[in-house]
């Protein structure tokens, strides 16, 4: 009884409160690690990271946030794989959001301060053109961190508020990146 009381305590955790994630790859470097041998992977050890499940239902997401979520189905065709993703929240429902030539990023014709992007990991595609996005009411818009190997909302569009699980508020792993957000 005391057995399966546990693991149903820890079943309920995992489903309504907080789970953990894995990075598996290089979009968000250098933020949340990914482990080498991978493309761009700057670590050893990939970061693991816990993500509120249950603080979306208090209160609505705020730009510059790491979120986990399930991505839509056009996150499949564009980037080859798809299920659930951890990128950091750029455009609210309603905004314009905006990538200049240089890589900055622009919401609603305001330059988004952004001081977790290193000049090297800005999309390094966007030379001698614009991309402009209006993000859906009832929608997110999406980036990695490391914007020339993000496979992202500039891709494969905005994220309806359902497919979000909630926002990363600490890395567990490895014991040298441990930390709260």
């Known amino acids: 009884m005391t057995i399966g009381a546990a693991v149903a305590l820890v079943f309920a955790i995992k489903t309504w409160v907080v789970n953990p994630y894995k990075i598996p790859s290089a979009s968000m470097e250098p933020t949340l690690h990914c482990a080498r041998p991978g493309v761009g992977c700057e670590s050893r050890f990939s970061d693991r990271v816990l993500a509120n499940r249950f603080i979306y239902r208090f209160r609505d997401p705020h730009r510059g946030e790491i979120v986990v979520f399930n991505t839509p189905p056009a996150a499949k065709e564009e980037c080859g794989e798809g299920g659930v993703f951890v990128k950091r ?39 001698n053109r614009e991309e402009t996005w209006r993000v859906p009411f009832g929608q997110y818009f999406f980036m990695g961190d490391n914007r020339g190997d993000s496979c992202d909302s500039r891709r494969w569009g905005s994220v309806p508020r359902k497919n979000l699980i909630g926002p990363v508020f600490a890395t567990y792993w490895p014991p040298n990146r441990i930390s709260l957000r």
């Open 89 to 127: 929240l750029i455009g609210l429902p309603g905004e314009l959001v905006r990538e200049d030539e240089k890589g900055f990023i622009w919401i609603d014709h305001k330059k988004l301060d952004e001081p977790y992007i290193q000049q090297k990991r800005r999309d390094r595609d966007t030379a």
